[in-house]
């Protein structure tokens, strides 16, 4: 929020003890290269919180083990090395965080790194600016997506459309010597439909804020789904 960002709105998932907040970022102008981009070339930021206080006791006590008071002010650094700001956890209590809060156990193993990057379909050029032939694309190139309430989701207005990547899985050593296929990070495409108000606005006019905005609780707990782990501890 230093640099411009707003919080453009928030869901929240109580049955997987989650908070999330997106945030819309700064105008920037860009002269001849940023037609159509709305607000400019920065992307919209999603950060999800774990709230830790509604986890089991013994889920709290394996959070707080690895965490360090000052550690969040290493936050952004450590998510852009793609490195921990705490201690390995071990694959103990990894599986164990892992039976009551999958997103809590991802976290504890990747640390603030990118869970998943969202592409803006309306903003492609030509046929891939049509998310059902981003999806028809992927498929054909063999990509495996996530089909959790239908692999093209919608959402009950109709106006907001989302196709997903299952997460790549990768291994993954813990501290006690383990190694494990986990999740990692996955892929979403995203088309934003023009709200009804703006239906006459020329093609070449449309910009961001013409757009649906924020997100649908439904799908998003859908898309979730695709960090699942397949191992059932």
Not at 161 to 172: D, K, T, Y
Not at 213 to 228: Q, S, Y
Request: aromatic share 12%.
């Amino acid at each position: 929020m230093d640099y411009g960002y707003k919080i453009g709105g928030g869901l929240d998932f109580p049955n997987k003890k989650l908070r999330i907040l997106w945030f819309s970022p700064p105008d920037v102008h860009v002269p001849n290269d940023g037609h159509g981009l709305g607000n400019g070339p920065l992307p919209r930021l999603v950060i999800a919180e774990v709230l830790v206080d509604e986890l089991s006791h013994e889920s709290q006590g394996i959070i707080r083990k690895y965490l360090k008071p000052e550690g969040g002010k290493q936050a952004v650094l450590s998510s852009i090395l793609g490195s921990l700001i705490w201690e390995k956890p071990t694959w103990t209590d990894f599986k164990q965080l892992a039976k009551e809060s999958e997103f809590a156990a991802w976290t504890l193993i990747h640390g603030y790194t990118m869970n998943h990057l969202d592409f803006a379909v309306h903003r492609f050029k030509h046929r891939f600016s049509d998310i059902k032939f981003v999806k028809q694309h992927l498929e054909e190139k063999g990509f495996k997506l996530n089909s959790d309430g239908e692999i093209l989701k919608v959402s009950q207005d109709g106006l907001l459309f989302q196709v997903s990547s299952i997460s790549e899985r990768l291994p993954a050593t813990f501290a006690d010597g383990v190694t494990e296929i986990i999740p990692a990070s996955y892929i979403e495409f995203t088309q934003r439909q023009v709200l009804p108000e703006f239906k006459d606005v020329p093609h070449d006019e449309i910009k961001e804020f013409h757009r649906r905005e924020a997100f649908e609780l439904d799908n998003a707990n859908h898309v979730m789904k695709g960090t699942r782990f397949t191992t059932k501890f």
